[in-house]
């Protein structure tokens, strides 16, 4: 069982930053692939991005990529997404998850966090 709890989230002016913060309970968690992922409302939730139990492999959604990184220091038990020039674009509820195997960018993550709120203003 693996528990996840986001923060960092807030607002910000486009063109700025935030870097969001992931823990997780539990002493299995460099064995996880660790995602992100975020749902604007009404919408669906979209991958953004994740990386390999030992953050050797990381993938982007097409959207964040150059402006987002993804990564994750395993003796915290904690993963990481650094957001830089954000966009209007990105305002959503940004969640983690956890899963065994690979990176997947579909939502069939094991262990899902509660989320944390990004809002950016233009």
């Known amino acids: 069982q693996v528990q996840l709890v986001e923060s960092g989230g807030g607002l910000v002016q486009a063109g700025g930053s935030l870097r969001l913060s992931c823990a997780a309970s539990g002493r299995t968690f460099s064995t996880y692939t660790m995602g992100w992922f975020r749902q604007a409302p009404g919408k669906e939730r979209d991958f953004v991005a994740a990386?390999?139990?030992?953050?050797?492999?990381?993938v982007y959604a097409g959207s964040v990529k150059g402006r987002f990184t993804i990564s994750r220091d395993n003796a915290k038990n904690t993963v990481y997404l650094q957001m830089n020039s954000l966009k209007s674009e990105d305002t959503a509820s940004y969640y983690c998850a956890a899963r065994k195997g690979g990176i997947v960018t579909a939502i069939s993550y094991d262990y899902w966090g509660q989320g944390t709120q990004v809002t950016v203003s233009s």
């Open positions: 990386i390999t139990w030992g953050g050797g492999g990381t």
